[in-house]
């Protein structure tokens, strides 16, 4: 069988979805495929590196494991057409937080750095879920009025949004009872959590700015790392002119801190 690069084989895998499932799954395939290289083998994909990508996903959150699912169904569709020998979703292992033993005294509740945009965004979105938990409510009354309700697709559907909502809701939730604010404190002229960074990629000369921001807050869609992420932990009290090296599956990635804020 030919080679095939992991750009190839993310749309070969995008190719066979559903159309309600395509969108959502190719955004964090995609994700993967650049984190990893575009260009490179799928026939070089290696354990070790599907396990360093749960670490750049961080913890086991229901949003990050909802990602971390999309990943691990396109590593099983690689190892069913052939282009992997083994399954390799089983590396793709979130961190969850440590659960007290039985008859062990229970640990206070550790706590979530956040910044205060942070800390407003997940109560907008704490808002909007309440409100969609209401109408998805009238969504299961209106499907329970069907008594078949052996293939009843509406009432499956909407009793399934409901569980997403309802965990979603109490996520935040308990993000916000341990939330720390961020307190970005004197200007300092080197990067800590809160910082807004543009770096230069000393190979491309490409420029990236990031947002460095606790673990919970992170989204590398709106360019916001987290501080325990290999770049984000690199970056931590560095200065303008100071240059970083990243270990990731493509190689080493240098980079050259240029601007510092916050």
């Known amino acids: 069988m030919a080679e ?5 084989a993310a749309a070969r895998f995008g190719a066979v ?3 309600e499932e395509r969108s959502s799954a190719l955004i964090e395939v995609n994700r993967f495929v650049r984190w990893y290289g575009a260009g490179r083998l799928v026939s070089e994909l290696r354990g070790h590196e599907v396990s360093q990508y749960a670490e750049v996903l961080g913890l086991a959150t229901a949003e990050m494991s909802r990602r971390a699912d999309h990943v691990r169904a396109f590593l099983a569709y690689l190892k069913k057409e052939g282009l992997l020998p083994v399954n390799l979703a089983a ?3 979130l961190r969850r937080a440590s659960q007290p ?6 640990p206070q509740q550790t706590t979530v750095e956040l910044t205060s945009e942070g800390v407003e965004a997940l109560r907008a979105e704490l808002e909007s879920l309440i409100a969609q938990r209401l109408e998805v409510r ?3 009354q209106w499907a329970m009025l069907d008594k078949d309700f052996r293939e009843n697709a509406p ?3 909407a009793k399934e ?3 997403h909502i309802e965990a979603r809701i109490r996520e ?3 993000m916000l009872k341990r939330a720390v604010m961020i307190d970005k404190g004197e200007e300092s002229g080197r990067v800590q959590v809160g910082s807004t960074v543009v770096v230069k990629n000393l190979s491309t000369g490409a420029l990236m700015r990031y947002t460095i921001v606790g673990p919970a807050e992170a989204s590398a869609a709106n360019g916001k790392i987290s501080s325990a992420s290999p770049v984000g932990k690199a970056l931590l009290q560095r200065g303008v002119g100071d240059d970083v090296e990243v270990s990731v599956p493509a190689g080493v990635m240098r980079l050259r801190v240029e601007q510092v804020e916050g």
């Open 4 to 8: 095939v690069t992991l750009s190839e």
């Open 17 to 19: 979805l559903g159309e």
């Open 91 to 93: 590396h793709l292992r």
């Open 101 to 106: 033993g039985r008859g062990a005294a229970v």
């Open 138 to 140: 009238r969504e299961i």
């Open 155 to 157: 009432l499956d559907a």
């Open 161 to 163: 949004k409901q569980g």
């Open 172 to 174: 935040i939730e308990a």
